[in-house]
């Protein structure tokens, strides 16, 4: 008998008819406009850019439906009076328009919060600040090794919503989850991973305690049948044991944990009962740093019990990255390129700088998200001989990074430049053969490129037209 999803059929049924809002027509929201036109419900569109900054596929289905629209400056001005209405992302569920439409009645969603609550099989949800695109294509690729049918998304891949029709009880869904996503989301997936929280977004989120509580949601709707995955050396996760109705459990670089997943130098072990099992040795992946090695801990554990050990370990070990994380672009003249673009926070790029042990040119600096640039000044001092700025937040960092030099009594050369294609040409100048350029630039890139992947992506192109 072919499987039919109840919940999905029921929430089909309801929406005929009624007055959708779409607010935002980025990646997770395009798919709705056909979605819920075909099922008979009146759209209105809400997007903070005018007519002509729409991408025309967008303004073709708007002509096409005959959809009513609101847009520009002032585009929530006319949010009232709807029956559901489906936020974007970076539209925070917080903002007065949206309260007072909850407080008429209006039931507030994502597509990524509907997609869980109507998924007909097992979830698996990855968060975190640092390491969640890693860990969750891990998760994938081990599953999918393992036989699955598998579908990948949220934060990472495509939306899945529309995919709902498709998926059978015996699939897995994996999802990427950011603090956008997971901020008013009332279900959790059954098995959750939390790589570590530090302070991120502190330009949109209200606070550093409103970002941790969004986190939270990973998990806060859990049943005891639940597990959490999350990292033992990082001050908040650790305390989550308080909070958690299932079972935890913890992976960890520094300490010898009784029961869980460790990196012990640099060999990846599991522990139950204060036995340790050698599962790999960490040097022989793709991968490069603890931060890597902590990501493997945590797929690891989120598929131990759907995936055998040896089948897991031969993905993992087949795995070569996430493009714009520690991606190796090429070698010239003795100097090894890596693209680290999606490294937005100070955070992140201190543990790419201690992913090598070689001398390293950095070019760092972008977006400013209200970060404090104090903790990568020791990092860039230890690691950096030539540190190369760009960007908003270029002066903090060159500022963190002389303050402690001062106090260490230690000088690197450092250069600011206007655009990236200075600091390939300084680059290219100042690395000398066994050394590496790393793009790593602890902020987010906003200021002059569209996203992470478009900064990237420029920044290899432009190596990859270096002449040898």
Known sequence: MEYENDKLKEFEQYVKNKKIAIIGIGVSNLPLI???HNLGSKITIFNNKDIEEIPQEVV?????????TSLGENYLSKLNGFDIIFRSPSCLP???ELQAEIQRGA??????EMLLKMCPCK???VTGSEGKTTTTSLIYEILKAGGYNCYLGGNIGKPLFTELKKMLPDDIVIVELSSFQLMDMEVSPEISVVTNITPNHLNIHSSYEEYINAKKNIFKYQSDKGILITNYDNDITREFNKEVKGKIIYFSSKEKLENGWVVDQNVIKECEDRLRKHILNAKSLKLKGIH????????????KNLVDIDTAVKAICEFNGVEHRLEFIREINGVKWYNDSSSSSPTRTIAGLNSFDEDIILIAGGYDKNLDYTPIAKPILEKVKVL???GNTSTKIFDSVKKEGELQQKQIDIYICDELEQTVSLARKNARPG????FSPASASFDMFKNFSDRGNKFKKLVNSIED
């Open 34 to 36: 056909d979605y819920f």
């Open 60 to 68: 073709n289905k708007i002509n096409l439906y005959g959809i009513e």
């Open 94 to 96: 917080i903002i007065p």
């Open 107 to 112: 039931i507030i969603t994502t597509e990524i």
């Open 123 to 125: 979830i698996i949800g």
């Open 292 to 303: 890597n090695y902590e990501n493997v801990c945590a797929a690891l554990a989120a598929t």
């Open 388 to 390: 190369i700025l760009m």
């Open 435 to 438: 050394q590496v350029v790393l």
